[in-house]
C-alpha cells in the first residue's frame, strides 16, 4: 500500500471521526436525525455517529460508506442501535438502491467529498417516496468574501490532504439546482472566530423533491 492510499484509507477515517466526534457535532447530528421516520438511507455513513439520534419511529438504516476502515469502527454503534443497519453502497452518485424506495436521505458532512455530488442529488431524487426529504448539514462556501478567500487558496491543499473534501462548495445552491425545494435551512459559524471560519460556515435543513 504506498503513502497515498494508507493517508486515504488509514488515516482519513480516524481523523475525520475525531473531528466529527459527538462533542463537537453531537448538536447538529440531533437537529438533523430527531424528526426522521421510516427507512433511511445515509450518505457517508462514516463511523455510526449519527445512529444514537435517530428516533424509535426509525425502521432500518440503509448506508453508503466507501471506508471500509470506518465502517468496521461502526459496528458497536450499530449493535447498540438494534434496528436493521445495512451497507448498501460505496459511492453516493451510485445508489443500488429501487426507486421511490426510502423515507428519508441524510447526509452530514458528506457532500463536501462526494466527487460526482450532481449525480449523488440526482440519486437521491430517485430514491426518496414522494414526501421525502433530503436531511442534511453540511460545511459550505462561507458568506463574507474575506472567508471565500481563504476557502478558494486552501482548497488545492485542503482537498490533497482531506481526502478530498471540498471548503468551496456552495452547498444550498448545489441542492436546489438539483431539483430539490428547500423545505427549511439554518446558516450559521459553528466556531465564529479566525482561524475556524473557513472550516466552520454550516448549512442544515431539510429538501425535498419539487411538485411537477
Known amino acids: 500500500m504506498g503513502p497515498g492510499r494508507w493517508w486515504n484509507e488509514r488515516a482519513v477515517p480516524r481523523l475525520v471521526d475525531v473531528a466529527l466526534s459527538e462533542r463537537g457535532t453531537g448538536q447538529w447530528r440531533q437537529r438533523v436525525c430527531e424528526s426522521i421516520e421510516g427507512d433511511v438511507l445515509e450518505v457517508g455513513f462514516g463511523s455510526g455517529r449519527n445512529l444514537p439520534h435517530y428516533g424509535h419511529n426509525v425502521r432500518r438504516v440503509l448506508a453508503?460508506?466507501?471506508?471500509?476502515?470506518?465502517?468496521?469502527?461502526a459496528q458497536q454503534r450499530i449493535a447498540d442501535f438494534g434496528r436493521p443497519v445495512e451497507r448498501v453502497g460505496?459511492?453516493?452518485?451510485?445508489?443500488?438502491?429501487?426507486?421511490?424506495?426510502?423515507?428519508?436521505v441524510v447526509s452530514t458532512w458528506t457532500m463536501c467529498t462526494i466527487p460526482d455530488l450532481a449525480g449523488a442529488l440526482a440519486e437521491v431524487r430517485r430514491v426518496l417516496r414522494p414526501g421525502g426529504q433530503l436531511h442534511f448539514v453540511e460545511h459550505s462556501l462561507?458568506?463574507?468574501?474575506?472567508?471565500?478567500?481563504?476557502?478558494?487558496?486552501?482548497?488545492?491543499?485542503?482537498?490533497?490532504?482531506?481526502?478530498?473534501?471540498?471548503?468551496?462548495?456552495?452547498i444550498p445552491s448545489t441542492i436546489t439546482r438539483?431539483?430539490?425545494?428547500?423545505?427549511?435551512?439554518?446558516?450559521?459559524?459553528?466556531?465564529?472566530?479566525?482561524?475556524?471560519?473557513?472550516?466552520?460556515?454550516?448549512?442544515?435543513g431539510r429538501a425535498g423533491v419539487q411538485n411537477a
Not at 91 to 103: K, N, T
Not at 142 to 170: F, K, T, Y
Not at 178 to 204: H, I, K, N, S
Request: aromatic share 8%.
Open 64 to 73: 453508503v460508506e466507501p471506508a471500509d476502515l470506518a465502517w468496521a469502527r
Open 90 to 104: 460505496l459511492d453516493g452518485a451510485h445508489l443500488p438502491v429501487a426507486d421511490a424506495s426510502v423515507d428519508a
Open 142 to 170: 462561507a458568506p463574507g468574501s474575506g472567508a471565500v478567500r481563504v476557502q478558494r487558496a486552501l482548497q488545492p491543499i485542503w482537498g490533497r490532504v482531506a481526502g478530498g473534501c471540498h471548503l468551496d462548495r456552495d
Open 178 to 204: 438539483a431539483g430539490l425545494t428547500m423545505a427549511d435551512l439554518r446558516c450559521e459559524y459553528d466556531v465564529d472566530v479566525w482561524p475556524a471560519r473557513p472550516f466552520t460556515w454550516f448549512v442544515c
